[in-house]
Every structure is written in structure tokens, then in C-alpha cells.
């Protein structure tokens, strides 16, 4: 595939037209036919071919300004040859000093990439000096200065950093880049690069990390991956489930580059699919990211509407399951130059994301942006030196504790090219605590994996936070749980008693994330399960407002089972005398049957009673032990 069309899958730069600089008319012989074959070298981005042409055709002709240019530019922005580039241009400015006006100019832009900031600060400066430069060159040179100038107390004051190579399993001599992780971070998700010239391709490929490190990387499979296009710049979601990718030149696509989805059922990935309008127009789309409830999608595109340049935009879902209209994230995060590889954290307050428009270290540096009390998205802030460099920091991912940061970069340890590194994060630039819930449903009789609906509510507003389902294969689920709130975790299947969990974050900042095994139970006569989110005040019996959520799914349970007849039962420890437990215990129950007649479930389908502390679960010996005995039961009477 082209390589133009691959860039596409990670960064936007401006490259100046080699076909542009033509020869001088003092160019004959060798010299100029060593000149035409480099050029035409440089059209099919045989760079290294087209290197070693325009060195012959300035050993024949010392003076060929033109083919000095021309390597200049060629090791520039092709082959980033940086110290070579400047040898180019120096020269061009001894033979002629005003013969090419942008010489300084890229000689401030060759320095900069080499980390001599004072040295490109000069340049730019003295291009900037020059008469009559166009609007936005000067434009663009002065935001270089301000960019040197940052650079320079940005690595006087270096961020704690100590990057580490993912190693073998997942780095090879080709580029890497892009990382994603699942939440409980079991496996890394990954663009590979292949090829040379304009048959680049890239493909994504899958490490599963191990107690010994990263496995031994594999392609994710032919589902997603093809033989004919580029499939690349991709965002596992934070369940593994669903993986949105960027394709270039498919037939069903509808421009240059558009958004992908595939999900994966059991251990094999679906074929997938174009996500489709309103997200993909005719011109591109690319490095999609989805937030951990699985509302927003967040890509990097070009639209009439937006700032310049690529910009980040977002899709809320619609009730109906569509994707709306993609709006802009905000002039605080896009610029009139390029932002691109944008990644919602799941705490979903904190966006990181790639950008040459903000004040940084010269060319695309990673940034930090957190959503303010007001939904907009606040000044963003560059991660520092040395995370980023000179070089093209292009995304980063954060683990959903926020300790550990993914990206990719060429340091001094890579196995060839750029390679996939991992860094803690520093504590000022993390984002909010995120846990996750995570677990194997099955049929309590037979073992057998259960595909179930599973709602995840916020306690105390009792609003629905996610949804999701486990896999139909093996049973199982994973969902990202951001700290801050308390959650109610329901399980429902067709013809089984839910399931419900109670899962405290309030107040966490750290912790271990919460696995369950859940085993539904057939709704028959006798079987009975606990209601974990039902609250009371202490020695109270008035039904808190967190409980609301998991009525609602008892309601629900009730009105899709009209045969249906339980008994609530209400239990209690053994603190206090065994009469007032019982008065307590059948004032909650009864509480509970209140609520539910009062949504309209038929009231001789439900009786309650209150049990005390006659039926324990747990000794009552011990704080814990009080803690479960004290419960809300629901029992099928009948059916």
C-alpha cells in the first residue's frame, strides 16, 4: 500500500513537493542524470536509492545547488537523517546564501529535531528576518521559537521517567506502535508496520501479557487483518470486546481512511464492519477511541466545521443504538495545526492526546486535558520532558489505576525502528482511579457458560451507568468501573432468579478490582437469593434511595414472569433482643412489598416476614459476620 495512505494511520505532516526543485540549467551529463534518477526515486519513495543518486550527482558537480537541496529535504523529512540534512543546507547556504529562502527555516526544524534548541532558535530567528515571508510561515517560525523556548526549561526541569522495552514478544525490528490495553491490562493490542517504499503495509497484532512478560505477539486474525488494505491505529475497548480500528481503501469505505468495529466472541474475532455515517465522510477518519461505557467515541478527523488541521472530535451514542453527529472537543484541546490519537481514560473525566498545535518540544508531544465541572475540557497540559522529545510522541495509554503508561518511541534500546515502551506515569499527571468488575457467568445447576444482560447502576443517583453482556462462548465479562461512586451490579437472564452485587468505590483511590464468579439459579420453587442492594439507616426500616435500582429489577423480574410469586424475607443479627429484631426485619421486608405493589406487581403474588436473627448465614461473632446476616431475601413461593 502507499505509504502516503499509511501515514494517514498515524500522523499528518507537511512534506514539500520534491518535484518542485528543479535543476539548474548548468546541470549536464552525470550530474543531472544522477539528479533525475534520485528524483524519481524520491516520487516512489525509494529514499535510500534516491540518497545514494543525489550524493553522485554532487560528487560530480560540487556546486548542483539544486541536488543539495534536494538532499537536504530528502534526509529531512524522508529519511530523518537530521545531521546529514544539515550538512545539505549549510551548503546550500555557502554556495548561495539567498538562493532557497526556506534554508534557515529548515535548518531551524533540522536542529530542533536533534535537540539543539538554541541552535534552531537562531535559524528561526534569522528566517523571520527575511522580507516578505508568507503569513503563515512567519506564523508558523514564531510558534517554533515559542516552541524552543519551552523546550529549554521544559528540560531543565525533567519529569521523572524510566522507560521500559516490552521486549521481544512484542517489539521486533519493524515499527510498533499504537498500544491499547484491556482494563484488567491481560492483553496488549498493537500496529505493526511492513514493507518499504510505497508497499508499506500495517497490520494489528495481540500479546497476552504473562507472569514472564508479553507473549509472543500474534496477528489478531484475518477477520480484521487483510492481505489487500492497511488495518491500523486501533482502541480496544476497555472490556475487550469490541475493537475499533482505522482501514484505508476497503470498498465499502467512504474516503480515504475510515473507523472500523469488530467484536470478539469467545476467543475469535467477527468480520467487521464500517461503523458508517455520520462518523465517516468522504475524507478521513482515523485513530478511533471509545469511552469505557460505551457511550462516546472519540477519533481524530478533518471537517469543514473544525479548528484546522486534524482535529479531535466526539459522537455521543443516541438512545436508539446510532452514533450522533460528531462535535469538535473544544478549542482548549484543537488548534489550527494538527491534534490527532485521542484516549479517553474510563475514569472518563481525563483526555490524552497527540498534538503540534501546543506550546511543546517542536514537533507532535502528548497532552493531558481534564473535563471540568462544566463538561468542558480544560487547558491542556504537555506531559514533559523527557516523555516527550524532539521526536514525534504520537499517543500514549494509561492503565485504568493510572500507575502505568504505553507508548511508542525510538529510544536507545529499541530492536530496530520505533518499539513499544511502558513508564510510570508521573502522580501529576495521572488520571482518576479506575477499577473494573470482572467475572464468568454459568447456570448454578449445570456449569454451563450463560450469555445474560448485565446493568451496572450508579447507587446513589440511581441512574444506569453501562450495559453490557457476557460472552455466549464461555460466560465471560469485564467492565471498567471508574472510582468516585458506589455501584449496584444486576445480572439478568431470561428464566433465572438475577443476580446483584454491591460494589463500593466511593472513597478508593487504590485497590483490588473485584472478580466474581456468579452462578444464576433457574427460577423454581425454593430457590432464593439475596437482594445486595437494599439499604436502611441504621435500626431503620425506610428503604434508602440506593435501593431503587436493584427494585426496579425485581419489579422487572416480576412483570416478565407473571406466574411468578416470591416471599421477601427480612433478616437481621443478633444484636439487640430477638422480638425488636423481628418487628425490624418484617418492617424492612414490608417496606420492600410496598415498593413493589406500588409498581403495580399484583400484591397476592408477594408475601413478606420478618425472620430476626433465626436463620444466620454467617457467625455472628464478628463484624463481617453481622454484616452478611443482616440481608434482604427474596424466595420463590411459587410459579
Known amino acids: 500500500m502507499n505509504k502516503t495512505l499509511t501515514l494517514l494511520l498515524t500522523i499528518v505532516l507537511p512534506f514539500i513537493g520534491f518535484s518542485q526543485i528543479t535543476t539548474k540549467e548548468t546541470a549536464k551529463g552525470k550530474a543531472l542524470e544522477y539528479f533525475t534518477h534520485g528524483d524519481n526515486d524520491i516520487a516512489y519513495q525509494h529514499f535510500v536509492a534516491a540518497d545514494s543518486f543525489l550524493h553522485l550527482a554532487v560528487k560530480e558537480k560540487d556546486n548542483f545547488i539544486d541536488a543539495w537541496i534536494l538532499i537536504g529535504q530528502l534526509n529531512s523529512q524522508g529519511m530523518k537523517n537530521y545531521p546529514e540534512a544539515i550538512r545539505a543546507f549549510e551548503k546550500v547556504k555557502l554556495l548561495q546564501a539567498d538562493y532557497y529562502g526556506d534554508v534557515d527555516y529548515n535548518l531551524g526544524l533540522c536542529h530542533m529535531n536533534t535537540g539543539d534548541y538554541a541552535k534552531a532558535k537562531t535559524h528561526f530567528i534569522s528566517y523571520l528576518a527575511l522580507p516578505k515571508i508568507p503569513a503563515q510561515s512567519r506564523m508558523q517560525a514564531d510558534k517554533m521559537v515559542k516552541d524552543c523556548n519551552f523546550a529549554k526549561d521544559a528540560m531543565a526541569h525533567p519529569v521523572d521517567f524510566k522507560p521500559i522495552n516490552l521486549g521481544p514478544g512484542v517489539n521486533t525490528a519493524a515499527d510498533e506502535s499504537m498500544p491499547s490495553l484491556t482494563v484488567d491490562g491481560k492483553a496488549i493490542y498493537f500496529t505493526r508496520h511492513f514493507g518499504d517504499g510505497m508497499y508499506q503495509d500495517e497490520d494489528i497484532f495481540v500479546s497476552l501479557n504473562t507472569t514472564a512478560g508479553f507473549a509472543q505477539a500474534s496477528s489478531i486474525g484475518a477477520a480484521i487483518n487483510t492481505e489487500q488494505y492497511i488495518e491500523g491505529a486501533q482502541n480496544i475497548s476497555p472490556s475487550g470486546k469490541y475493537l475499533l480500528f482505522t482501514s484505508v481503501g476497503r470498498p465499502d469505505g467512504t474516503g480515504s481512511a475510515d473507523v472500523y468495529i469488530s467484536r470478539k466472541v469467545g476467543d475469535l474475532w467477527e468480520r467487521s464492519n464500517n461503523i458508517g455515517s455520520p462518523i465517516n465522510t468522504p475524507a478521513y477518519e482515523t485513530q478511533p477511541c471509545i469511552s469505557a461505557d460505551g457511550k462516546d467515541l472519540y477519533y481524530a478527523g478533518i471537517r469543514a466545521t473544525g479548528k484546522g488541521g486534524t482535529d479531535i472530535w466526539v459522537s455521543h451514542l443516541n438512545a436508539d443504538g446510532t452514533w450522533g453527529q460528531p462535535v469538535t472537543v473544544g478549542e482548549n484541546v484543537n488548534t489550527m495545526y494538527d491534534e490527532m490519537r485521542p484516549y479517553i481514560h474510563p475514569d472518563g473525566g481525563t483526555l490524552y492526546f497527540s498534538s503540534r498545535g501546543h506550546a511543546g518540544m517542536g514537533n507532535f508531544d502528548v497532552y493531558v486535558s481534564k473535563r471540568q465541572q462544566d463538561g468542558i475540557w480544560g487547558a491542556p497540559v504537555n506531559l514533559g520532558y523527557p516523555i516527550n522529545t524532539a521526536g514525534d510522541e504520537l499517543g500514549i495509554f494509561v492503565t485504568a489505576d493510572g500507575s502505568k503508561a504505553y507508548y511508542a518511541s525510538e529510544q536507545k534500546d529499541t ?73 449496584a451490579v444486576e445480572v439478568m437472564k431470561d428464566g433465572y432468579l438475577f443476580w446483584s452485587h454491591n460494589v463500593s468505590l466511593k472513597e478508593v483511590t487504590e485497590g483490588i478490582p473485584v472478580e466474581v464468579n456468579i452462578p444464576l439459579r433457574r427460577i423454581k420453587v425454593g430457590e432464593a437469593m439475596v437482594l445486595n442492594n437494599i439499604f436502611f439507616e441504621s435500626e431503620k426500616y425506610e428503604l434508602q434511595n440506593e435501593s431503587n435500582a436493584e427494585l426496579e429489577v425485581v419489579a422487572k423480574m416480576m412483570s416478565k414472569n407473571p406466574s411468578l410469586k416470591i416471599e421477601i424475607g427480612g433478616h437481621t443479627d443478633n444484636t439487640g433482643s430477638e422480638e425488636s429484631n423481628r418487628i425490624l426485619s418484617e418492617n424492612r421486608a414490608k417496606s420492600v412489598y410496598d415498593y413493589l405493589v406500588k409498581k403495580q406487581i399484583d400484591a397476592t403474588r408477594i408475601t413478606y416476614k420478618g425472620y430476626a436473627s433465626s436463620k444466620p448465614v454467617a457467625a455472628n461473632t464478628t463484624a463481617e459476620g453481622k454484616a452478611k446476616n443482616r440481608r434482604t431475601e427474596l424466595l420463590v413461593t411459587g410459579i
Not at 518499539?419 to 502522580?427: E, R
Open 415 to 487: 530492536y530496530g525502528q520505533m518499539d513499544i515502551y511502558t513508564f510510570d506515569m508521573p502522580a501529576n499527571l495521572r488520571p482518576g482511579f479506575t477499577s473494573y468488575v470482572k467475572g464468568i457467568v454459568f447456570d448454578a445447576d449445570n456449569r454451563d457458560p450463560i450469555a445474560s444482560y448485565i446493568q451496572v447502576y450508579d447507587l446513589e443517583t440511581g441512574k444506569l451507568f453501562t450495559t453490557f453482556s457476557s460472552d455466549k462462548i464461555n460466560g465471560n465479562f469485564l467492565s471498567s468501573l471508574p472510582a468516585g461512586k458506589n455501584y
